[in-house]
């Protein structure tokens, strides 16, 4: 089932208990909210607002910085500013092609945004293609501005420095160019499991491994970005299992969905040798991978689309990945000792 189907179940669920549309609507994402999940309206708000901007939706992006999910907060901020800059440059571009001309800046000034919306009946987006882009010019640094005060929240310094000058490529109408390409490295299976060794081995502290990798895949190309993408996310599906996911809630205490997926991220940011171990249930193996580090790894999910934005200004497209459906046999939460009594042992789980 898709994040979609998932919550228009649900709100299908509540207009039936007598709640309008919009009422039905905040009632799932509170019922998300209560039950912590996060990273499902994250999702959601992705693929069904598709980058739309509303102030309805303020409350929601607050509460993952609220809840401590800094990441969310500040990735959803970006996916917002990243996808209203991808669909001026697209029209703005087509203008120039399509009329053979470059408008200039001064041009655009001699149209203020409120005389636009006042008298946006006159001339309706579909009628004059030119008007309609002066207007996104002045909606893309309002926002801009809505989004460096979002950032500053956070004292988020780095995005704030990158927010203005975004905002003035714009107003100059000039595109910002994609950052030069200095790891001329194809990204294959054995180039993926290399960057990530590489990353751990030249870090001292475990917290500077996404940063530090996500510099390291800027420097590539967009293509090899994707790929890195599209590869992290099949390792990700190859553990789908059962066994794993007990695996994962016994040595965490508790793994809901959400939280095996950060788990999956972080055994594939361990490196190959790990991955294996883990992905064949090698019990001989097991105890010592987790002795040094918390077993989730949110961020790592998201690098590679964080270094893509980076380098092209733009949002990446999501790579086609075939879904593995879950393996094994499903365990309880009551029984789960009963089904994994070494494990439980191992890790002193349920003694």
Same mark, same amino acid.
């Given at each position: 089932?898709?994040?979609?189907? $998932? ?95 470059? #408008? ?31 207007? $996104? ?20 310094? +780095? ?41 751990? +081995? ?8 996404? $940063?530090?990798?996500?510099?390291? *895949? ?42 095996? $997926? ?26 010592? *991978? ?50 994994? #009594?070494? *494990? ?8």
């Amino acid at each position: 089932m898709s994040i979609r189907d $998932d919550f228009f179940d649900l709100e299908d669920i509540y207009s039936k208990e007598g709640y309008d549309w919009d009422e039905a609507y905040h009632m799932v994402c509170k019922q998300w909210i209560k039950e912590g999940k996060y990273k499902k309206l994250y999702d959601f708000f992705v693929a069904e607002i598709e980058g739309n901007y509303v102030e309805s939706i303020n409350p929601y992006i607050d509460t993952f910085l609220e809840h401590g999910y800094k990441k969310l907060y500040v990735k959803y901020w970006n996916f917002l500013l990243n996808t209203q800059l991808k669909k001026f440059w697209y029209a703005f571009d087509y203008y120039k092609k399509t009329r053979n001309r470059t #408008p200039t800046t001064e041009e655009f000034l001699s149209h203020d945004m409120k005389t636009l919306e006042e008298n946006a009946d006159k001339y309706p987006a579909y009628q004059d293609f030119y008007l309609n882009i002066v207007y $996104d010019w002045h909606k893309v640094q309002k926002f801009i501005n809505r989004y460096i005060q979002a950032m500053q929240k956070i004292d988020a310094t +780095e995005e704030i420095e990158k927010a203005k000058l975004l905002k003035e490529s714009v107003y100059n109408l000039k595109k910002p160019k994609a950052k030069k390409m200095t790891d001329k490295r194809k990204i294959d299976e054995n180039t993926f499991w290399e960057l990530i060794k590489e990353t751990r +081995e030249e870090i001292e502290d475990t917290s500077e491994f996404t $940063d530090r990798l996500r510099d390291k *895949l800027e420097s590539m190309s967009a293509v090899e970005i994707k790929k890195f993408q599209k590869l992290l996310l099949q390792k990700m599906e190859e553990l789908n299992h059962w066994d794993i996911w007990a695996l994962a809630y016994i040595v965490r205490g508790g793994c809901g969905d959400d939280e095996f $997926d950060y788990f999956k991220a972080w055994v594939v940011s361990k490196g190959k040798e790990v991955f294996e171990s883990i992905k064949n249930m090698q019990m001989d193996h097991l105890k010592k *991978l987790f002795e040094n580090e918390e077993p989730q790894l949110e961020a790592f999910m998201y690098v590679a689309q964080e270094a893509y934005e980076r380098k092209k200004y733009d949002v990446m497209p999501t790579p086609r990945v075939k879904s593995i459906p879950i393996q094994g046999k499903e365990w309880s939460e009551e029984n789960i000792c009963k089904s994994y #009594p070494e *494990l439980c042992q191992m890790f002193n789980y349920g003694i």
